[in-house]
């Protein structure tokens, strides 16, 4: 038979997928070269978790960043969602936004730095998508599993809770919103032993984040701004409104505070930066603003 | 308590989320609003299909396009990848690309459109995410089910196998890309009573996706072109050419074929229009180009 003529969309993803190397294959029936991927169902005391994330040129990185890094990026952002979920990643599917055929050799790049943090969790790349835009774009969808009605919300955070966060804050650019690591493990724990009330990711800075627990939880907070533990020459203002840093910010009731600081088996820091007020108490900052990085403004 | 700022982000995701309306909430434990969304899992007996699709402004639509058909379409494109795996849509994921603060009325208009096609299909839309682009950007992840080792995949035609496609073909634009509904009751009838052995939806032409599926089955065919379902007005080489028909390919074993004919529920027209050859036989199509649309070119 004659070879039958490949596209130069179907050559890219040949290569692109090609970069993934070895991949992870169990319970999983159709991945790459399929409509959709098929998975075997999950046992019935987890829970489902879904996620979706998209890093774009000239928002989370810039045309000089090392492609590598975008890929890495695109994928830990999402999975530092996961982490705050209590998750562990079952599978992704990357959607590629490719400018033009120049393009092509740098998201080769990208899917290589990707496929890194990908083996690191042992997480299947199982299908994806490529569309024409503008702008470099990656978006990564991922399925995960928790135990059944384990996963905290953002609204379970009680007057009187303690207010963590995992890591140091602020001082994310220029290096450490390409190079972090999600909190995957921090975050399994957490949920296994039930500590969090509430939890999410840092990813809009303490200044957008913590409202937002605050609002879904119907609550107020005190925070001490020398408290934050912060990273080399960042500041707790930093630390307010940059975002990127991708700790996890969760509350704990107060009774379970001294087990939880023994019991703590990371190296990651782990720093209470405040307490949950009843909404009458209003909320204090030390002067610090309520505002975050802000996509749209 | 003073009110906690919203940022321009908040403010639009919150109008947005709020154009889904009421929506199914069986089986989903966190869903708009928190980090991730995390639903029940899914009996043994069921497979998880995963998949992610994007339209974007300029490529799959134009400035002048409606806004509600636009995410109408984002959706329905998915619908359509799930549709040829045979699966039931259980949740949803929309990201959005947003070009400035002036396109929120327009995604408000777009969620609309979307929100209607989900409700006819039972389907939630359970989390999302906003980015800043330089185009209108809509994708959608998808989390469907099918019954445990029903789904079909490209690789299973064999030589002798009828190849038919639901639908008509061709003259896709301008109206039938927007507007289109997805095959779903057609590929899980298909896929229920076994009769696909390969299947996938048209969305690049049947010059793009009948090679994919060839390739992928390792097998050459013959394409009888006056026997292709036509559109008003469109030929045959529309038909190999266009793309965004949204229609299903799919081989079936001779043996079936009366029993497929005689069965066939639906009042969405059946076409054979061709049949599986070894490789060695090559391929045919008189004269009809094998190349579809191609997004890298």
Chains 1, 2 share one sequence.
């Not at 992704?92 to 790049?109: F, V, W, Y």
């Not at 299947?124 to 599993?145: D, F, H, K, M, N």
């Not at 204090?284 to 603003?289: D, I, M």
Request: net charge positive; charged share 20%.
């Amino acid at each position: 038979m004659k070879k039958l003529p490949l596209s130069s969309e179907d050559r890219c993803i040949a290569q692109w997928t090609s970069a993934l190397g070895h991949q992870p294959k169990s319970g999983i029936r159709h991945s790459l070269g399929h409509d959709c991927a098929v998975l075997s169902s999950f046992p019935r005391n987890l829970d489902l978790v879904l996620k979706t994330d998209a890093v774009v040129e000239g928002v989370h990185f810039t045309r000089s960043t090392p492609a590598p890094l975008i890929g890495r990026k695109a994928l830990a952002r999402g999975l530092s969602d996961l982490a705050a979920a209590g998750a562990t990643p079952r599978a992704a599917l990357i959607t590629i936004g490719c400018p033009n055929p120049r393009s092509a050799s740098r998201i080769l790049q990208a899917y290589r730095g990707l496929s890194r943090l990908a083996k690191k969790f042992h997480l299947p790349i199982v299908g994806g998508e490529t569309v024409r835009t503008r702008q470099l774009l990656l978006s990564i969808s991922l399925l995960g599993t928790v135990p059944k009605k384990t996963s905290p919300s953002r609204s379970g955070a009680k007057p009187g809770d303690i207010l963590f966060v995992t890591g140091k804050l602020g001082g994310s650019w220029p290096h450490h919103h390409l190079t972090f690591t999600p909190r995957l493990a921090e975050g399994q724990w957490l949920v296994r032993h039930k500590f969090p009330s509430a939890m999410l990711d840092l990813s809009d800075g303490l200044g957008a984040d913590l409202p937002r627990l605050a609002r879904a939880s119907r609550i107020g907070f005190t925070i001490h701004p020398d408290q934050i533990p912060l990273s080399p020459r960042a500041t707790p203002r930093h630390a307010f409104t940059q975002g990127e840093d991708y700790e996890l910010l969760f509350s704990v009731p107060k009774k379970r505070l001294s087990a939880l600081l023994l019991q703590w088996p990371f190296s990651t820091p782990l720093t209470p930066i405040g307490i949950c007020l009843t909404p009458r108490q209003g909320y204090h900052t030390g002067g610090l603003p309520l505002r975050g990085y802000d996509h749209l403004r």
